[in-house]
């Protein structure tokens, strides 16, 4: 049974550029929410995705961006990168009306 | 606004010791609290949860203590191994309101061998 696997584990872009971070839950899991961890912080939510829509936002901009697919997977798109949007990003899964969050490893995004 | 904090960023402690990791959160409306594991390179790992109408939870090696009337929670980790050396974050969910995961900044433990 995969847990949650997220694609690609590391990414360097330049400032101004777009990004594009896929997650696939684990299996049997409806709700996906990602999360942005800058070094020696906690993650920070950014939104959360059920049946094809955002359903939670937390506080970012409108740079962030994402979606869900049938099948339950997620992107998270980053639109005019900042040196600031370096950070790990993180996804996890869940079911919707459950407690059981799984996250994946990462996506290291280094802004350059 | 709502946060989670921890008093102490840094934990020391001798292979074999009990670990104790704080955490106090400000939002009593919260009712759900989980506690994560988060090695170098790796997501958070699930270690243990608890509801708000408990306030002791035990799983294995681990207990997680939650004290409503001072909003603070603990972990505690019996005989403590290098494999638990990773930095530590609990996590808060107001579920009536929202089911987002609300970390704090974490703590790393560190064991000596």
């Known amino acids: 049974d995969a847990g949650v696997t997220q694609s690609p584990t590391h990414l360097i872009k330049t400032r101004g550029q777009q990004v594009t971070l896929r997650c696939s839950p684990k299996s049997g899991h409806d709700t996906v929410s990602w999360y942005q961890q800058a070094l020696g912080q906690g993650p920070q939510f950014i939104f959360q995705y059920y049946e094809e829509e955002e359903r939670q936002r937390g506080n970012f901009p409108d740079r962030f961006s994402g979606h869900q697919f049938p099948n339950y997977s997620s992107e998270l798109n980053v639109n005019a990168l900042l040196l600031g949007d370096s950070a790990l990003y993180l996804c996890?899964?869940?079911?919707?009306?459950?407690?059981?969050?799984?996250f994946g490893s990462g996506t290291r995004l280094t802004v350059v | 606004g709502e946060s989670v904090g921890l008093h102490l960023p840094t934990l020391s402690v001798q292979e074999g010791d009990n670990s104790i990791i704080n955490c106090a959160y400000s939002n009593s409306a919260s009712d759900y609290f989980i506690w994560y594991k988060q090695e170098s390179g790796k997501g958070p790992q699930f270690i243990i949860d608890i509801r708000s109408n408990m306030d002791k939870r035990q799983g294995q090696r681990v207990t997680v203590l939650l004290n409503k009337t001072v909003k603070h929670l603990s972990l505690q980790i019996a005989a403590t191994q290098p494999g638990d050396s990773a930095v530590y974050f609990c996590?808060?969910?107001?579920?009536?309101?929202?089911?987002?995961?609300?970390f704090g900044t974490g703590t790393l433990l560190a064991v000596q061998p």
């Open positions: 996890a899964s869940s079911l919707w009306r459950g407690d059981g969050y799984t």
């Open positions: 996590a808060e969910i107001n579920g009536g309101a929202t089911n987002k995961l609300i």
